[in-house]
């Protein structure tokens, strides 16, 4: 395993970072593609190569580019495919550019991984979206937060079993990406993993208002700036620190032949389900003041209630998480103080709601 070489799409992300950052601590060889669009992963870059050197190969390249992939994926054991658009609000504005780097790009992945003559491990990252806004899931308001009327679903959470529904164009793309890497284990006869994942937040996070909202509301605090709240608030995610989903790869990655053609819900579950104003709660006790907040409309595709069942997931390979969520995001909230890029004043800017 220590001479394989492994892919890492959107490597330099927050995500990604993290991954490679085990893998190549843990002696493995570990290539990135990524493009460098998002704000803060250069940072991630530098700190990488700082760490491991020539341990680490880049490739700076976009996964809508096929040259470019088929070259990335070249003599890897594993592909962890994570680039992707990742904001409701920006695939709303721009669809096609959506399904061109989600849809399309996962497809140029899959594609040079089929040509291989030794086909990599895939895994690839899909999202909660795929299961549209749970609209039919009747919730009551308890204190700060929503609560499922049924509950069994308020115990164990949303497993797998849920019936599809693609909701905005960011679900849709996903949506697309997701079904394909499943076909394509079935098809093909590929060892293809699909992640379905919650709220993943930790260090290396720079999140903004359309996407990672733990590390938004906590950088916006930080900043001493408002905090603008989509819907009322009581909106409920399960949060999962960035070091468990790591582990979940690994073991993804162990028992990859055995987990083919199969998607697994990933997130903190009902343990570690907190909502926006809970937060708030949090970042108030960290911060020793409350942040100003106000409070906006809702937003299209936003879950009132999203928990994971990771269930299907434990059982397959005894995974569970361990960070609890009061304990990370104390943990996220030091490492942002120490980190926090300086931040031009945006005095419209709003925060994101939990997508």
Known sequence: MSEALTLITGGAGFIGSNLAHQLLSMGRKVRILDNL???????????????????????????????????????????????????????????????AINGQGTLNVLEAVRARPVPPFFLMTSTNKVYGDLADLALQPVGPHYQPLDLAIQARGVAESRPLDFHSPYGCSKGTADQYALDYARSYGLCTVVFRMSCIYGPRQFGTEDQGWVAHFLLRALDGEPITVYGDGRQVRDILYVEDLVHAFLLAERNGRGLAGRAFNIGGGPRNAISLLDLLDRIEALEGRRPAAAFDAWRTGDQRWYVSDTRAFEQATGWRPRVSARAGIARLHTWLAAHRRPRTPEPQLQAAAAH
Request: glycine share 6%.
């Open 37 to 99: 669009s998002r704000p803060g992963v250069e940072q991630n870059l530098a700190w990488l190569r700082e760490h491991h050197g020539d341990a680490l190969e880049v490739k700076l390249g976009d996964v809508r580019d096929e040259a470019a992939v088929q070259q990335a994926v070249a003599g890897t054991a594993q592909v962890f495919h994570f680039a992707a658009q990742v904001a409701v609000t920006t695939s709303l504005v721009d669809p096609r550019s959506d399904f």
